[in-house]
């Protein structure tokens, strides 16, 4: 049964297992013969986070910061102000360290992230995220390794939510939020 809002698939969970394993190889060589340390973007990175690093064959280690933004998620992403919510538990001084995003969009929060974590001191920094949506990127970002590039339509699944719920999907869809939206005023 398709959760209520889903207007449609994007891309299928085997897509999405077959894509993440690709991505696991080109992040294993890029980087073998080195430990490498996951830095997961709570909540969303979590699910993503999980299967790539099952995939890659290398020693990984993984921690998670979290952020938070001022006046409200809409108007916050679109200005680019954010703040740690969570931070990492341990330093990544001369690490080797692959930042873990569910989505790249605007790119303010990812530049912002970089620059944070850039400024620790880590020995290589770079970025790694299951969808990146460029059509709406205002800030250019490097993002290294993508599973999917998306249009500019709401999605849910593997991570990524609305109102918390649908993270769980293990597949990528596309919501209808004006029908869900209008369904939750009824």
């Known amino acids: 049964m398709t959760p209520p809002g889903i207007e449609r698939v994007l891309f299928t969970e085997e897509q999405v297992h077959q894509r993440i394993r690709e991505v696991a190889a080109e992040i294993t060589e890029k980087f073998r013969g080195r430990d490498l340390k ?5 909540k969303g990175s979590v699910f993503f986070l999980t299967e790539l690093a099952r995939a890659i064959g290398l020693p990984v280690k993984i ?5 938070s933004s001022f006046g409200g998620p809409a108007s ?6 954010v703040r740690i919510a969570k931070d ?12 873990i995003e569910d989505i790249v969009d605007t790119g303010f929060t990812t530049r912002y992230l970089l620059q944070t974590l850039a400024g620790r001191g880590p020995r290589s920094l770079a970025i790694c995220t299951l969808l990146d949506r460029t059509v709406r990127r205002i800030v250019q970002v490097p993002v290294e390794f993508r599973c999917f590039e998306i249009p500019d339509r709401f999605v849910v699944g593997c991570g990524l939510d609305y109102k918390q719920l649908y993270r769980n999907l293990g597949y990528i869809a596309v919501m209808n939020l004006a029908a869900v939206q209008n369904q ?3």
């Open 88 to 99: 990492l538990d341990d330093p990544i001084e001369d690490e080797d360290v692959l930042l």
């Open 63 to 67: 921690d998670f910061l979290a952020i």
């Open 76 to 81: 916050a992403s679109a200005a680019g102000m």
């Open 38 to 42: 996951l830095i997961g973007v709570l």
């Open 184 to 186: 939750e005023r009824a």
